[in-house]
């Protein structure tokens, strides 16, 4: 039965749905606290969008490799024309879903698409790309921001912190699995931050995030709550990076690294008005 559990969870990550789970815990965690109403179809454009933005980058990177290392891009190598026919699915119930959007989400979303698909280009004739990282992580936290923001009649200087925290969040991820795959990616032909820049500033670099968005978090107050997410997100990766040995074991790292965005969804469950 766990054999089967752990088959089951392997496949789903290899499909990023752990990632699209993620970005909708944070958006509904966003909707509560912002206090802001969003249909369905909020929920099913960033879950749609984050699901064929990285199945599209997995398909490339696969294919783009004669025998890749990394079981993810192996899978999406083999069962890339299975792939592209569910993501052309998903596509086209996207832009069919459109039309059931707010004015304010689809003007945002257009942009926030036009850059997207900026990136996947980039990505495709720039293999070696060195800002993959950043633009991810920024493109990740504002695809969640932009469907509670949009319905704001004012976005503050607060609402833009918060968003570049979730973006610091999202940059450590990628910096630390990056860090853990540096050999595997070496070896792929990747050209990640941290190959690019040495392992020595690779290190200075995912402590000095941590660091910004540690002191953020306790500069704005931690009887915000929201900041304490951000807090408890940012050790939580800390901890897989300082200690490779225990989190090197079986993709650990990934499965926790990934499994933070799941707690905005936990602390939406222990709000007493939930209940």
Not at 30 to 53: F, M, N, Q, R, T
């Amino acid at each position: 039965m766990m054999i089967q559990l752990d088959r089951i969870y392997k496949y789903f990550r290899w499909l990023s749905l752990d990632i699209v789970l993620g970005a909708i815990f944070f958006l509904a965690y966003l909707e509560s606290y912002y206090e802001v109403s969003l249909s369905l179809h909020v929920y099913y454009a960033l879950g749609s969008a984050v699901w064929l933005i990285y199945t599209t980058d997995h398909l490339m990177d696969g294919n783009a490799m004669e025998n890749p290392s990394s079981d993810r891009h192996g899978f999406h190598k083999k069962y890339s024309n299975w792939l592209i026919v569910v993501g052309g699915v998903v596509l086209i119930i996207a832009l069919v879903n459109v039309y059931f959007l707010e004015v304010e989400i689809i003007r945002n979303g257009a942009i926030l698409s036009a850059v997207s698909i900026g990136y996947l280009l980039l990505v495709y004739f720039f293999r070696k790309l060195w800002v993959k990282e950043l633009l991810v992580a920024i493109v990740y936290a504002s695809g969640i921001f932009i469907g509670p923001l949009s319905m704001r009649s004012e976005v503050s200087a607060l609402d833009i912190i918060l968003l570049l925290q979730l973006s610091g969040v999202a940059l450590l991820n990628l910096l630390v699995f990056s860090f853990y795959d540096r050999e595997a990616d070496q070896k792929d032909g990747f050209n990640s931050l941290v190959l690019r820049i040495g392992e020595g500033k690779s290190r200075l670099l995912i402590l000095l995030c941590s660091f910004l968005v540690i002191t953020t978090c306790v500069l704005l107050g931690l009887s915000n709550q929201i900041q304490c997410v951000f807090l408890l997100m940012t050790l939580i990766l800390t901890v897989i990076f300082l200690f490779p040995q225990a989190f090197g074991q079986k993709a650990l790292y990934r499965t926790i690294g990934d499994g933070i965005f799941y707690l905005p969804g936990l602390f939406l469950l222990l709000e007493p008005k939930f209940f």
